[in-house]
T-cell receptor
Framework: KQEVTQIPAALSVPEGENLVLNCSFT??????LQWFRQDPGKGLTSLLL?????REQTSGRLNASLDKSSGRSTLYIAASQPGDSATYLC????????????FGGGTRLMVKP | NAGVTQTPKFRILKIGQSMTLQCAQD?????MYWYRQDPGMGLKLIYY???????DKGEVPNGYNVSRSTTEDFPLRLELAAPSQTSVYFC??????????????FGPGTRLTVL
């Protein structure tokens, strides 16, 4: 059974810092991995999706990397801003598991002005 | 497009009561999903549907029922509510041809408390 773990569970940084969020998964037979952002009282917004054949994806100040063999992904946020404060979730889509996503527990990020 | 909509936003139930959480999407997506998210945890799949008339269990289906009579709607029924069902419920949808680069689209969630 696939298990997804995110470390740290919570993170507080001053504005302007570069930061890294970590995601690990136990079964490397994945179809893709996604990073989502969740704001309080809101649904999930997809930030980046990395297909199993890819090593990284970039969008603006966000960069996500994937190392399938070691079961790890990182989300790098450059020059953090207070507006980046949210919970970040990673989810893996398993090969041969239909359309099911397995989610990590999330990292709650607070960027202080 | 409104995307994925959910009603109600909040609800308090007494133990043993029943209710239906509504979910609708206007993107003509074939696949629809129900997840629950407990405090500080990730999302867990309750039920999913690959099209009208077809549903299947996810990881945590006990205590819930679903139906899919139309492409647009995917209601989740709670029978005999229990405190363990206190959670935030998210509905999501995705296209039929869900390729490697496609994502699921999520509704805003329903916060349910069972007392």
């Amino acid at each position: 059974k696939q298990e997804v773990t995110q470390i740290p569970a919570a993170l507080s940084v001053p504005e302007g810092e570069n930061l890294v969020l970590n995601c690990s998964f136990t079964d490397s037979a994945i179809y893709n991995l996604q990073w989502f952002r969740q704001d309080p009282g809101k649904g999930l917004t997809s930030l980046l999706l990395i297909q199993s054949s890819q090593r990284e994806q970039t969008s603006g100040r966000l960069n996500a990397s994937l190392d399938k063999s070691s079961g790890r992904s990182t989300l790098y946020i450059a020059a953090s801003q207070p507006g980046d404060s949210a919970t970040y979730l990673c989810a893996v889509r398993q090969e041969n598991a239909g359309n099911m996503l397995t989610f990590g527990g999330g990292t709650r990020l607070m960027v202080k002005p | 497009n409104a995307g994925v909509t959910q009603t109600p936003k909040f609800r308090i139930l007494k133990i043993g009561q029943s209710m239906t959480l509504q979910c609708a999407q206007d993107m003509n997506h074939n696949y629809m999903y129900w997840y629950r998210q407990d405090p500080g945890m990730g999302l867990k799949l309750i039920y999913y549907s690959v099209g009208a008339g077809i549903t299947d269990k996810g990881e945590v289906p006990n205590g819930y029922n679903v139906s899919r009579s139309t492409t647009e709607d995917f209601p989740l029924r709670l029978e005999l509510a229990a405190p363990s069902q206190t959670s935030v419920y998210f509905c999501a949808s995705s296209p039929k041809r869900w390729g490697a680069s496609d994502t699921q689209y999520f509704g805003p969630g329903t916060r349910l408390t069972v007392l």
